[in-house]
Each structure stands twice: as C-alpha cells, then as structure tokens.
C-alpha cells in the first residue's frame, strides 16, 4: 500500500483521537495532513506537535489566537471557523478525509471534500442523514468512493467485499440497546444524563451516547445504510444484539448469510477504512470463545424507543424528513445534556418538528440548509415552553 495523506475533521473526539492511534501504529502508512476541531485548543496543539499536519483549523475562533502562536514556529498552517474548515476538507496534498466531527456541520465539508475528488472515510453519519441523495449523486459524479467507518457499516461493507455482482437481499443491522434495553416508558420518565452518558460497550462522543440511548443511532444508521448500499426500507431491518459481537450481517438471495465479527473496537473500522482494500496488522486484543459463552439477539421495542420508527418513517417517505429529524435531534440531545428537557421529550421533539417543518419531496442544498435552521428554530420553541 502507497502512503495516504490523512486529514482528519474532529481529531480531538473520539473516532478522531482513535484515528491517530492507528495512524501512529502505522506510521509507515499513513502521514497526517489536516487536522481540525471546534474548541479544544489544548489537544489540537498537542496532536499538532506530534504528528505535525500541514494545516490545522480551530473552528472556535476565541481559540485561534493560542493555536497559532503555538504553532506558527513549527511551519504548521492555522485557520478558524467554518469556510476554512469546509476549505481543507479540500486540500490537494490530501487523500484521504476522515470525516469524524459531529452532527450536521459535517455536511458542507464532506460536500467539498466529494467536490475535491477525496476519498471519503466517512464517521459523520449525520451528513448521510440530512442529504444522503445529494452526497451519493455527488460522489458518483466525482467518482469518489465513501468508505464507512460506523462499525455495522463497516461490517456490511467486509462482508460485500467480492460480492460484486450479487444481489443483497437484506441486511441486519446489530444494535447494543443502549443503557435502558429492556425498559419501558414508566422505567425511562426520570433517566438522568449520568445514567444516559453510560453506555454499555462503546466509548464515545456525548451526542452519539445518548443517541445510543435513545435508539436515535440505530435509526440514522439505517438511513446511512440506505444511502452507503443502495437498499430499500424494507432491506434494512435492526436486531438488538447486546453483547456487540457480530457487527452487522448481509443476507443473499440465495439466503446464505454473512456476519462480521469482533470484539467491540472503533479502530478495527476506522483502519479498515483508511487502509481499504488492504488489511494492516492491528495490535488490538483478540476476541476468545470462552469469554463469550452465548451470543444472544432480540428485536428492538420501537414503541419504546420511538425515535427508531421516526427514522424508518423518514426513510420511507424521504425528501427533507430525515433532514428535520437530524436537526431537531441534534437540539433535543443538547437540551437534555443541558438538563433542559427530559430523555423521552427527545423523541417528541423529534416528532413534533417532522409533523410541523414543510415537507419537500426533492430538496436541493439550499432547501437542506433552509429545512436544518427553520427546524432548529422550532425545535428550540418546543423546548423553551
Ligand atoms: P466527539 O464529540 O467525541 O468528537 C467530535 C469532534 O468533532 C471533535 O473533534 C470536535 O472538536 C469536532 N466538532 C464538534 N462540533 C463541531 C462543529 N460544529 N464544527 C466542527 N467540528 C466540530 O464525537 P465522536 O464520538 O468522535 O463522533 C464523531 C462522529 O462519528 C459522529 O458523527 C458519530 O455519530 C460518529 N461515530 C462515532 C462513533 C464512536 O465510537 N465515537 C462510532 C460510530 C460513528
Ligand atoms: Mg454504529
């Protein structure tokens, strides 16, 4: 495999600072040439230092003052804010661009990224959410290929690999169930954050913990399954598997069956996506039998957790709905983590803004844009009452 140049979008989160753990085990690999985040100006400046990128960018522009004066003497690049953060997604000397930031300010870098012909190792399933027509169409004419790094995505993308020409006639989606599997309503009226931010098998950023949780991820992993596989809605369906060992599976015409095993490890997809179509070595702990004697599945209770027939709704009547549910959302998630509402007003945030938002069958990227704040102004109107 020939050195790829990395930019990574989020290196100081939780899929970023993985991906630089890989990086650095394969440093004969990979070099990294972007790196970037909101606000924590510490870690950036640290990474910076460590694996001295080209360029970085400090989205928070109260931080760029300190990143630049610890930077500018070891000819490393600093911008702020978010035209340079969408610019070097762009980046000629790049080639691969890990998209690991949160929520929907992953769409616009992604968007220029596809623009500048980079392959993408896509994390930020929230772009796929919101405009998941536009980026495939778009990807397709700049012939750039969009490698997952979702862990189920990954697994359906290893088990498709010299599956070409034959047809998938479903896929199964494992999901943990979160911290509250097995729980009803009446069980879930007063769950603290604490108790929401614990999950039981990953080690993640807040917002995908708590949509963990709330079964929100499974549902926008199902339309990110859409988008990456080309599947229709009732291709796609979600068993509970607590113990997170099959990652995923695809289902044949011939119904012949192929899973993706492992112990629960982010690096395992983020490499595989960085390195595809190669296999590097991995110093990851392997899984053992014994440790598990029985793997077990379940079907989720969508009643429960409502947000995950929110998202199958979405799927199944397209348009910008998936794009409303994204937004409100991602305003429902900070509202609880800021105590401001309840963990099951999630999910009716969530419905209220896709009954009430316009509904617009073919959205281009300005409607996207549009659809995003007018939700968020709705959403944040619900929450204020
Ligand atoms: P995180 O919160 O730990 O990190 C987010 C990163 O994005 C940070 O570097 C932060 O500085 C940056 N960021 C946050 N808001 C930003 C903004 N508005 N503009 C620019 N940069 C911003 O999140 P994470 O858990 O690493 O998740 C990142 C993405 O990967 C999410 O889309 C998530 O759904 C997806 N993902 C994560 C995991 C996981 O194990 N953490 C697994 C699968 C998918
Ligand atoms: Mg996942």
């Known amino acids: 495999m020939e050195k790829k140049k990395i930019a990574i979008l989020g290196s100081t989160g939780s899929i970023g600072t993985q991906a630089l753990e890989v990086i650095e085990e ?13 606000s924590n100006a510490d870690l950036l400046i640290a990474q910076a230092l460590k694996f001295k990128p080209n360029t970085v960018v400090i989205v928070d522009v109260t931080k760029f003052e300190k990143v630049s004066e610890a930077l500018w003497e070891h000819d490393i690049k600093t911008f702020t804010g978010v035209d340079a953060l969408a610019q070097v997604a762009a980046m000629q000397e790049t080639d691969v661009v890990l998209t690991a930031l949160v929520g929907y300010a992953g769409l616009l870098p992604t968007i220029k990224a596809i623009e500048g012909k980079k392959t993408i190792a896509l994390a930020n399933k929230e772009t796929l959410v919101v405009a998941g027509e536009l980026i495939t169409k778009l990807a397709a004419k700049n012939g750039v290929h969009i490698y997952p790094v979702d862990s189920e995505h990954s697994a359906i993308f290893q088990c498709l690999v010299g599956e070409f020409q034959n047809k998938i006639e479903k896929i199964y989606l494992t999901a943990s169930g979160g911290p509250f599997r097995g729980k009803k309503k009446e069980e879930l009226l007063e769950i603290t ?20 949780a709330t079964l929100m991820n ?22 509970v598997h607590p113990q997170s060992i099959v990652h995923s599976l695809v289902q044949f015409e011939d119904g012949s069956m192929k899973a993706q095993m492992g112990l629960p490890d982010m690096k395992h997809p983020i490499q595989y996506a960085l390195s595809f179509p190669y296999r590097l070595t991995s110093s990851s702990p392997r899984f ?6 029985e793997l077990t599945f379940e079907q989720p209770d969508k009643e429960t957790f409502l947000n995950l027939s929110l998202a199958y709704e979405a799927l199944e009547k397209g348009g ?13 998630v900070e509202a609880f983590l800021n105590d401001k509402i309840k963990f099951l007003e999630i999910a009716e945030v969530n419905q209220r803004c896709m009954e009430q938002i316009g509904f617009i069958k073919t959205p281009t990227y300005e409607d996207y844009v549009a659809t995003d704040s007018e939700t968020r102004v709705f959403a944040n109107s619900l929450i204020q009452k």
Do not use: R
Request: aromatic share 8%; hydrophobic share 45%.
């Open 288 to 293: 053992n039998f014994m440790d598990y004697s």
């Open 320 to 332: 910008n709905l998936a794009c409303i549910l994204n937004a409100a959302n991602e305003v429902a």
């Open 218 to 239: 499974k549902g926008l992993e199902v339309i990110e399954a859409k988008w990456l596989f080309n599947l229709q809605p009732e291709q796609i369906d979600v068993i």
């Open 26 to 38: 394969h440093a004969d690999k990979f070099e990294v040439e972007v790196l970037t985040a909101n």
């Open 193 to 212: 954050k604490e108790q929401a931010l614990k999950h039981p098998n990953w080690d993640m950023g807040a917002k995908i913990t708590i949509d963990s």
